[in-house]
T-cell receptor, first 115, second 111 residues
């Protein structure tokens, strides 16, 4: 069974640029959630995709957008990068077939630095 | 809105028990989770407990839930240096799929 993978591992961008982060979900999982984890903080929910549709969104502006593909992999796109976007971006996959516990499995994250 | 609070640091001696505490405010919380994050890594789900349970044990881990006081704890027996990490408490209400995380407790295990 393949776990959740994310790419790239690290990324440095300049303020105002755009970035795309990628996530491959765990085998058998059809739901992907994205989180932003600032230094010293817990993860903050950005949005979730279920069977290629956005299924909920946290308190993030529209310049944070995403996609989910038929193989359930996902992308997070951030436009007009700001310095405060510097963070670890985590992807987590899950399957509703795991019952009400809703166990999410996290990838290792992408460390984004905006200068 | 929902809030999850944890103390930021805990230091223990190798072989002792560690107890990490968490409080939450959402009375409709249905699922409560403990995650572990090692340096440079993502979050690893350790265990979770349903709100209708008081206790859950899994090998060296014991989770205690006091629903009345909205208090959750994670006890790690025979703490090892490999347990050094940041531990996150998270809660989710039954009507939501979005967990709310605390800021994490940094556990330091020294010889």
């Amino acid at each position: 069974e393949t776990g959740v993978t994310q790419s790239p591992t690290h990324l440095i961008k300049t303020r105002g640029q755009q970035v795309t982060l990628r996530c491959s979900s765990q085998s058998g999982h059809n739901t992907v959630s994205w989180y932003q984890q600032a230094l010293g903080q817990g993860p903050q929910f950005i949005f979730q995709y279920y069977r290629e549709e956005e299924n909920g969104r946290g308190n993030f502006p529209p310049r944070f957008s995403g996609l989910q593909f038929p193989n359930y992999s996902s992308e997070l796109n951030v436009n007009a990068l700001e310095l405060d976007d510097s963070a670890l971006y985590l992807c987590a996959s899950s399957s509703e077939r795991q019952g009400g516990g809703y166990e999410q499995y996290f990838g290792p994250g992408t460390r984004l630095t905006v200068t | 809105g929902e809030d999850v609070e944890q103390s930021l640091f805990l230091s223990v001696r190798e072989g002792d028990s560690s107890v990490i505490n968490c409080t939450y405010t959402d009375s409709s919380s249905t699922y409560l989770y403990w995650y572990k994050q090692e340096p440079g890594a993502g979050l690893q789900l350790l265990t979770y407990i349903f709100s209708n349970m008081d206790m859950k044990q899994d090998q060296r881990l014991t989770v205690l839930l006091n629903k009345k006081d909205k208090h959750l704890s994670l006890r790690i027996a025979d703490t090892q240096t490999g347990d050094s990490a940041i531990y996150f408490c998270a809660e989710r209400s039954g009507g939501s799929y979005i967990p709310t995380f605390g800021r994490g407790t940094s556990l330091i295990v020294h010889p």
